[in-house]
């Protein structure tokens, strides 16, 4: 028997059974859709996230003075890159980073800028309001070439510069009853600063940044030869050269410090690019998980395809005597009810595919009337998860008959026309 004529008896049983095929199809379209919809939730999340680190740059390191060894991410270890060192830090007194530190770092391989900031907060006058800001103080040197905050208006720091700022954009926008625009002038702890730029919404919105020497003078709490962080941005991305920085710095860093165990570390160091990678990590275990959840929707739905195939072949068991009779063989008796199981999970999983497309449309606009104008719910619809629905729902179906289309192939012509 032909392929061809197999198939058009399949879609002729499928079409004559209207009511039990699309019952049984419904269970399929449901698991389809909820697979695609959460699959694509799970890469809107993590496109979001890439996109949310790539503002900070995944070229960027940081230190910050405390116990706490090497933290690059969420991951357990003892090796940099890998989470918190295996041995935790004990409480010991807090040493303060230094420029002795930044020149040694300076000396790293691969590493391309290194900048000391200080940081604090200081009470900020404009058109006679007051409010206190979490002010930066930054190497204006260097400072330019390691941000990712791009300029609303204005410009960075110069190395010249001494009584200006940058300010966030909630600053200039939203924290007092004017917007501060810029050339303004405004008043930082008694000292006259103008607004030379303005930030784009995004990092740093309420932070006013201004030279380190400068902010070293004006807040109070600030030491003249100490940093509260120290930034590095490598010179590559590239796989390996983060991690081969992070322990070239970290054994330097020791040896300088006097520091003979991991567990009396006195500072920490920071990866933004692990971090992603972790978060990324957890989030694909999320999807994955959710996704198996949804799956078992599937499974009630390959159980109704197979009781189909059941119904199907005790209803058809003349028809199957009668083929027999003529010279039908079992693989042919096969073919038809395999293809049969098929198109109900070919068909169930088209069907699925376009509500789950359309669920993921969705989503965003139900986030943004949840979260208001700054919902940032998206999903993402690849066609690999559309193809991977399809053959899954369409595998489905064949392994659901297989069983009931064997038991058809095996009736004896002789019992099958006999059936009442």
Known sequence: MRTRTSLKLAIN???????????????IVIGVAAVVGIMSIGGGMQQSVEARFGE???????????????YSGFKGGGHPGSGFSKESATTSEQENLTQKDVQIIKTVKNVEYVQGTVSSRGEVYFLGEKTTISIKGVDTLVWQHMTYAELEGGRYLNPSDSNVVVIGNKIANDVFKQPIVLNRMITVEGKTFKVVGILEAGQDDSTMIMPIETARTTLDDIGQDEFDSISIKASSTEEGIIDQII???????MLSR??????????RITSMQATQESINEMLQTITIFLGAIAAVSLIVGAVGIANTMFTSVLEKTKDIGIMKAIGAKNRDIM???????????????IIGVLVGVGISALI???GMKMMGPMGTMNTVVTPELLIFSLILATSIGVLAGIVPTYMASKLQPVDALRYE
């Open 364 to 366: 965003p606009l139900l």
């Open 335 to 349: 073919t038809i009810f395999i293809f049969n199981s098929a198109l109900v999970g070919f068909v169930g999983g």
């Open 56 to 70: 900070f740059g995944a070229d960027l390191l940081t230190i910050t003075p405390g116990g706490g060894g090497t």
């Open 258 to 267: 006097h520091i003979t165990t991991e567990r009396d570390k006195d500072y």
């Open 13 to 27: 049983y499928l079409v004559h059974s209207k009511l039990r095929s699309w019952l049984t199809i419904i269970g």
């Open 247 to 253: 322990e070239d710095i970290d054994s330097k860093l």
